[in-house]
């Protein structure tokens, strides 16, 4: 049994949001540099090397590369000879109000869906816990911008619409997002389940390093048959034209009901943020 | 073709923007977002006076993230403009000749600008580092209760933009990719 204490995970989740606002994970960086020698297109190739020179601006002064430092979505992955001391998931608001406040991040969440208002600190995260087996405890924030959520949508397909209707559902929702998102844009795309997992699911799917196929590799096809004809849309960086218009396509597929084929598609942008701790 | 403004701008100079055109923008630029935008037009119901003179007027859509200690503004890139939408013919109307954000925008907000010879100009979107390298100073005018959403009042050199919507109401979200994908039609 590992005990593990409300301040170590206040401390640790504190980090994180710092951490993954000032700084991309290193794939999303190895994508954009990749899009950028693919792009042909003048316009497209100039708008990714300014969101590099972003990324290298927002290094050099310590600020955050976008200005909506996101809804914290924080997933744990608790295993269960872990003891923790003290209430984890008030430990993990308490890392978020620190972070956001002492990072100087923006503060972006209504305290009330539809009276408003602000709660000031950017709590409360938005928790999924897993119970694993072992002794580790690992944290993962992942800062959500609303431009790209706002873009994001569900829909309970029929059976019979199978996969063509799920790359239909996707390039509509890519098409008519346009450029809402920021593109280049990271797809995360969940199939099956409920109403409710697959909502989860999409999101899960960011969380996955960019570039990394699905295990599966009748859904790895899946992934690269989408990613290129979203890339054949010409919305291009920006929707200004070109031919970045997605980074990268991660899907995450569960067994569903006979009668029913849940397909969401959760849109993130080039600013996809993660940062992970394991204790 | 570049051009470099500087507000308050008229609509005569604003006639040689053409979508697509890359624009150096300087001078005075306000900040509201939605509940700004909400605000501004309350005051408008009650006769009471805008924040800030709107004759010639460039507004951003922008909540920056809160500035450190030794500098004006932290990271400071543009919001979807179509949450705008509801609000924006009615400050055209009495003057706001430029928006500055991200998106696209309604056939209203486009009916507005091709009557007063405005323009719609994107800043990019994610690049809030950069952009606020533009920004040499920042102060509050309005609401500062609504936190990232208060109007600032906005000293920017050289805010590299691009023209969206031109005052013909060429649309670049609808020519750039449409014509992406004439030339690599094979
Ligand atoms: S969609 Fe992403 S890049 Fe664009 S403003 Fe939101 S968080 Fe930033």
Redo the contacts between chains.
């Keep these: 049994m590992k005990i593990i204490t409300a301040d170590q995970i206040r401390a640790n989740v504190k980090k994180l949001c710092i951490e993954a606002n000032l700084k991309l994970p290193e794939d999303v960086v190895r994508a954009l540099t990749a899009a950028k020698e693919a792009e042909d297109?003048p316009?497209?190739k100039d708008?990714l090397g300014?969101?590099e020179?972003?990324?290298k601006?927002?290094a050099e002064?310590?600020?955050?590369?976008?200005?909506?430092?996101g809804a914290a979505c924080v997933f744990v992955e608790l295993g269960n000879d872990v003891h923790i001391d003290g209430d984890l998931e008030q430990a993990i608001n308490d890392g978020v109000h620190d972070g956001y406040i002492e990072g100087?991040?923006?503060?972006?969440i209504a305290a009330d869906p539809l009276r408003?208002g602000?709660t000031?600190d950017n709590t409360p995260a938005f928790i999924t816990t897993h119970i694993t087996t072992g002794d580790k405890l690992k944290i993962t924030v992942l800062p959500k911008?609303c431009?790209s959520e706002?873009m994001s949508a569900l829909r309970m397909l029929k059976p019979a619409d199978g996969v063509q209707g799920v790359v239909d559902f996707v390039l509509e929702t890519v098409s008519s997002a346009?450029?809402?998102p920021?593109p280049p844009t990271v797809l995360g795309i969940g199939i099956g389940g409920t109403f409710d997992k697959v909502a989860y699911l999409s999101k899960k799917a960011l969380l996955r390093p960019l570039g990394e196929p699905n295990p599966d590799p009748y859904y790895a096809e899946l992934e690269a048959r989408l990613l290129k004809e979203i890339n054949e849309?010409?919305?291009?960086p920006?929707?200004?034209?070109?031919?970045t218009t997605c980074l990268s396509v991660a899907i995450e597929q569960m067994p569903t009901h006979v009668a029913g084929l849940p397909v969401a598609v959760n849109v993130s942008?080039?600013?996809t943020r993660r940062a992970s701790v394991e204790l | 073709m570049e051009h470099i403004i500087k507000t308050p701008v008229t609509t005569e100079e604003l006639k040689a923007l053409k979508a697509g055109d890359s624009v150096l923008l300087s001078g005075i630029v306000y900040t509201a977002r939605d509940q700004a935008h909400k605000q501004m037009c309350e005051c408008l119901d009650r006769g009471e006076a805008l924040p800030f003179d709107i004759e010639g007027s460039a507004i951003y859509y922008v909540g920056p993230t809160p500035e450190k200690e030794g500098m004006v503004i932290g990271s400071a890139g543009p919001t979807t403009s179509g949450r705008m939408d509801a609000y924006s013919p009615r400050l055209l109307d009495l003057g706001n000749k430029v928006m500055i954000g991200k998106g696209k925008r309604n056939d209203a907000v486009k009916d507005a600008i091709i009557r007063n010879g405005a323009v719609y100009l994107a800043a990019i979107g994610g690049a809030g580092a950069l952009m606020a390298s533009s920004v040499k100073n920042a102060e509050v005018i309005a609401w500062p209760e609504l936190g990232c959403e208060a109007v600032r009042r906005l000293e920017v050199e050289n805010l590299p933009l691009t023209v969206v919507i031109d005052s013909t109401g060429q649309d670049l979200y609808e020519t750039g990719p449409a014509e992406y994908l004439k030339k690599t039609a094979r």
């Design positions: 297109w316009v497209a708008i300014l969101l020179e972003n990324l601006v927002a002064k310590e600020i955050p590369i976008c200005q909506d430092t100087y991040l923006r503060k972006s408003r602000n000031e911008g431009g706002n346009g450029s809402n920021c849309l010409g919305i291009g920006q929707g200004f034209g070109g031919r942008c080039h600013v």
